[in-house]
């Protein structure tokens, strides 16, 4: 597999404002998880999972939060590698409480990890499912699904290029560029997505905000080497 510089895909001129190996708990502290996981660091790496057996539905799953709140305009890098399928893993970006207030703000109702909170709750996000390995269907045609809430609006979609874990040798990398009112997304350097939002068919542009990991169970998976750029 050829190995690209760790900025490839980031836009001229933009600078590193964030950068977390994620390799040990002193990376993950003032983060938040939202539903009953565990994080361990066997490989020097964030391994994120359930402690709910999958069989409690999305009781089961979880999102780890980022404490930090990024600009409107960013690039996230990350490494990611699915250890145990089945699941789905997703990335929340530009998170947002409703009504302008914090994601975290004490006033909002308590989230649990699942997934109606997120989409249908009092937040809004882009959020991007880039490993849906969860239903036979998804097992059968892999895609990658980019949606925006307030709602369960599905604006783009692209071809996952990811084996499944069993052909899995490394970690791949993901990259997210929000600029303006696009959104790209793509793995190891391979563009998988586009998408300009245009204010209005699916509410306002997003802005500034947080970034998640969220995991349906049974999936276990490693983050690692976490960067944000902006201009």
């Given at each position: 597999?050829?190995t690209?510089?760790?900025?490839?895909?980031?836009?001229?001129?933009?600078?590193?404002?964030?950068?977390?190996?994620?390799?040990?708990?002193?990376?993950?502290?003032?983060?938040?998880?939202?539903?009953?996981?565990?994080?361990?660091?066997?490989?020097?790496?964030?391994?994120?999972?359930?402690?709910?057996?999958?069989?409690?539905?999305?009781k089961?799953?979880?999102?780890?939060?980022?404490?930090?709140?990024?600009?409107?305009?960013?690039?996230?890098?990350?490494?990611?590698?699915?250890?145990?399928?089945?699941?789905?893993?997703?990335?929340?970006?530009?998170?947002?409480?409703?009504?302008?207030?914090?994601?975290?703000?004490?006033?909002?109702?308590?989230?649990?990890g699942?997934?109606?909170q997120?989409?249908?709750?009092?937040?809004?996000?882009?959020?991007?499912?880039?490993?849906?390995?969860?239903?036979?269907?998804?097992?059968?045609?892999?895609?990658?699904?980019?949606?925006?809430?307030?709602?369960?609006?599905?604006?783009?979609?692209?071809?996952?290029?990811?084996?499944?874990?069993?052909?899995?040798?490394?970690?791949?990398?993901?990259?997210?560029?929000?600029?303006?009112?696009?959104?790209?997304?793509?793995?190891?350097?391979?563009?998988?997505?586009?998408?300009?939002?245009?204010?209005?068919?699916?509410?306002?542009?997003?802005?500034?905000?947080?970034?998640?990991?969220?995991?349906?169970?049974?999936?276990?998976?490693?983050?690692?080497?976490?960067?944000?750029?902006?201009?």
């Amino acid at each position: 597999m050829i190995t690209q510089q760790a900025d490839a895909g980031v836009p001229e001129g933009w600078r590193e404002i964030y950068h977390n190996t994620l390799e040990g708990s002193a990376q993950v502290e003032g983060f938040r998880m939202e539903g009953d996981g565990a994080v361990t660091f066997p490989q020097g790496r964030l391994r994120l999972e359930s402690t709910r057996g999958a069989e409690e539905g999305q009781k089961a799953n979880v999102v780890f939060w980022c404490p930090e709140v990024f600009p409107a305009e960013l690039a996230v890098s990350w490494r990611f590698r699915p250890l145990r399928e089945p699941g789905l893993a997703i990335l929340f970006f530009a998170a947002a409480g409703a009504g302008g207030k914090d994601l975290f703000d004490p006033s909002l109702p308590v989230r649990t990890g699942e997934y109606d909170q997120y989409h249908h709750g009092e937040m809004d996000a882009y959020h991007i499912s880039y490993f849906r390995r969860m239903w036979e269907e998804e097992r059968a045609f892999h895609t990658c699904n980019l949606r925006k809430s307030y709602g369960f609006h599905l604006v783009a979609q692209g071809a996952d290029p990811l084996p499944d874990t069993a052909d899995m040798t490394e970690a791949y990398r993901m990259l997210v560029v929000k600029r303006g009112a696009a959104v790209t997304f793509s793995i190891n350097e391979l563009p998988v997505l586009h998408w300009v939002d245009d204010g209005s068919s699916f509410g306002p542009l997003l802005g500034a905000g947080r970034l998640g990991f969220r995991q349906m169970a049974p999936l276990i998976a490693e983050y690692s080497d976490l960067i944000v750029y902006a201009p």
